[in-house]
């Protein structure tokens, strides 16, 4: 029997100014050296399940998960997210710390000589995006855009003219594997995936997660809200928690890796 550590508490850790490397970001930095994408998921989640609130997963955040979700843009090479999901949650670019960016990357830990934000990349089959929505137009740096070979030739001309850099990853779906291969191919190792549900269920199917991130948010919810992770197949991926840190509203931010023991 493993003993899970004592939960550690939120608001000392996070007491640091922005900008700083503080314990707080080297609890969420990603392994050293590494070769292959390292894909990080991160989810928030009621304490019944839910994953949204009236279809938003914003309503579900609290101070301490905005803390988090910004370390963890920092620290990303990438974000990736569904076209669903960057639909309904109304993406734009990343928003991102510049100065703890280029500190980040002075000792290692990923960020960027510049400071400049992670570009977000959307994988969508059938490249059924907005030109004019906030991906293309609210954004300091183009996305990139995983589709496919079978989508439709015209969209995906379309997203190419705004400045979007559109990758056909696959035939006709976008698979874990592509995704990966991709993303290696242009050096973007330190991969955040913000979900949706159904690409989350398609890594777990792939067993491409390395780790997730997920907040518990101290909030019933009920409704008919999905799960974090949809899949039609059920992959059962032993994890090993590495950190859980409480704060005072009772939110609870949970670290855990897939295949590795408590250290």
Same mark, same amino acid.
């Given at each position: 029997m493993q003993r899970v550590p004592d939960a550690i508490h939120f608001t000392a850790l996070s007491a640091a100014g922005a900008g700083e490397i503080t314990d707080l970001v080297q609890l969420y930095t990603y392994p050293a050296a590494l070769d292959a994408p390292w894909i990080r998921v991160n989810f928030i989640a009621s304490l019944d399940g839910a994953v949204s609130v009236d279809g938003r997963s914003g309503a579900l955040g609290r101070p301490s998960d905005a803390t988090v979700y910004s370390i963890l843009r920092d620290l990303a090479d990438v974000v990736v997210v569904g076209a669903g999901t960057a639909r309904a949650e109304n993406y734009g670019g990343a928003r991102t710390d510049s100065r703890r960016r280029m500190r980040l990357h002075h000792h290692g830990l990923g960020g960027s000589r510049d400071g400049a934000p992670p570009p977000i990349a959307v994988v969508t089959a059938s490249a059924a995006l907005d030109p004019q929505c906030r991906l293309f137009t609210d954004t300091t740096r183009p996305p990139l855009i995983l589709t496919t070979a079978a989508a439709d030739g015209d969209r995906k001309r379309i997203l190419a003219d705004t400045g979007a850099e559109v990758v056909e990853a696959g035939e006709s779906t976008v698979t874990a594997a592509d995704l990966r291969r991709v993303l290696a191919e242009r050096g973007l190792l330190r991969v955040l995936c913000e979900g949706g549900p159904a690409l989350f269920g398609?890594?777990?199917?792939?067993?491409?997660?390395?780790?997730? @991130? /997920?907040?518990?948010?101290?909030?019933?919810?009920?409704?008919?809200?999905?799960?974090?992770?949809?899949?039609?197949?059920?992959?059962?991926?032993?994890? @090993? /928690?590495?950190h859980a840190l409480l704060d005072d509203d009772g939110t609870v931010l949970t670290r855990w890796e897939r295949g590795r023991t408590q250290s």
């Amino acid at each position: 029997m493993q003993r899970v550590p004592d939960a550690i508490h939120f608001t000392a850790l996070s007491a640091a100014g922005a900008g700083e490397i503080t314990d707080l970001v080297q609890l969420y930095t990603y392994p050293a050296a590494l070769d292959a994408p390292w894909i990080r998921v991160n989810f928030i989640a009621s304490l019944d399940g839910a994953v949204s609130v009236d279809g938003r997963s914003g309503a579900l955040g609290r101070p301490s998960d905005a803390t988090v979700y910004s370390i963890l843009r920092d620290l990303a090479d990438v974000v990736v997210v569904g076209a669903g999901t960057a639909r309904a949650e109304n993406y734009g670019g990343a928003r991102t710390d510049s100065r703890r960016r280029m500190r980040l990357h002075h000792h290692g830990l990923g960020g960027s000589r510049d400071g400049a934000p992670p570009p977000i990349a959307v994988v969508t089959a059938s490249a059924a995006l907005d030109p004019q929505c906030r991906l293309f137009t609210d954004t300091t740096r183009p996305p990139l855009i995983l589709t496919t070979a079978a989508a439709d030739g015209d969209r995906k001309r379309i997203l190419a003219d705004t400045g979007a850099e559109v990758v056909e990853a696959g035939e006709s779906t976008v698979t874990a594997a592509d995704l990966r291969r991709v993303l290696a191919e242009r050096g973007l190792l330190r991969v955040l995936c913000e979900g949706g549900p159904a690409l989350f269920g398609e890594l777990i199917g792939a067993n491409a997660v390395d780790e997730l @991130c /997920l907040t518990v948010s101290p909030l019933l919810v009920g409704g008919t809200a999905g799960r974090i992770a949809v899949s039609p197949n059920a992959l059962p991926t032993p994890m @090993c /928690l590495r950190h859980a840190l409480l704060d005072d509203d009772g939110t609870v931010l949970t670290r855990w890796e897939r295949g590795r023991t408590q250290s």
